[in-house]
């Protein structure tokens, strides 16, 4: 059974760190694109960054790219999100999900970060 | 970048209805669409990809048509546990989009 588990979201002032963790199981992590999508509250579904399964190519919405870094370990099954420089609008459920042709095909159940003061 | 707009943004039917939601893409994207259902409190679902080919364990009645601009979620008799919000996403180019979401609401 494929589960991907979500960890590290938490309270952040503006400006800070946060790193994010998705840890997969029931499937060959290392064969599959994995992506980061966040939802802000009461608002819609915003693509935030990819990373191939070699960790060859990585890619970033406009919003956040220079102050995100996506990142795998593929011995550990784990997919990372390192965010800086973080801003209010940075406030969202953020969810790992494995990725076929770029299409999600399974999500974990998400992590809250909120950025505020 | 590729923007996707949806329509309606809200919809309201009665169970048994048949239900369509469009999404339009700015420029060609092929058949690089898919479709999600989102309940509230969870994380999203696939249920379309490759714009009409049906996810595996997703009931039959729903359906996608369309390629290039102009695509189609179709449910062909809305059940209970079908009112949610509806995303479609382009995966034809980086940075990949979402439209901005369909609710469907009981009548």
């Known amino acids: 059974e494929v589960q991907l588990v979500e960890s590290g979201g938490g309270l952040v002032q503006p400006g800070g760190s946060l790193r994010l963790s998705c840890a997969a199981s029931g499937f060959t992590f290392s064969s599959y694109a994995m992506s980061w999508v966040r939802q802000a509250p009461e608002k819609g579904l915003e693509w935030v960054s990819a990373i191939t399964g070699s960790s060859g190519s990585t890619y970033y919405a406009d919003s956040v790219k220079g102050r995100f870094t996506i990142s795998r370990d593929n011995s550990k099954n784990t997919l990372y999100l390192q965010m800086n420089s973080l801003r209010a609008e940075d406030t969202a459920i953020y969810y790992c999900a494995k990725s076929v042709a770029a299409t999600h095909d399974f999500w974990g159940q998400g992590t809250l970060v909120t950025v505020s003061s | 970048d590729i923007q996707l707009t949806q329509s309606p943004s809200f919809l309201s039917a009665s169970v048994g209805d048949r239900v369509t939601i469009t999404c339009r893409a700015s420029q060609g994207i092929s058949s690089d669409l898919a479709w999600y259902q989102q309940k509230p409190g969870k994380a999203p679902k696939l249920l379309i990809y490759?714009?009409?080919t049906l996810q595996s364990g997703v009931p039959s009645r729903f359906s996608g048509s369309g390629s290039e601009t102009e695509f189609t979620l179709t449910i062909s008799s809305l059940q209970p546990e079908d009112f949610a919000t509806y995303y479609c996403?382009?995966?034809?180019?980086?940075?990949?989009?979402f439209g901005g979401g369909t609710k469907v609401e009981i009548k």
């Open positions: 996403q382009q995966l034809n180019s980086y940075p990949l989009t």
């Open positions: 490759a714009a009409s």
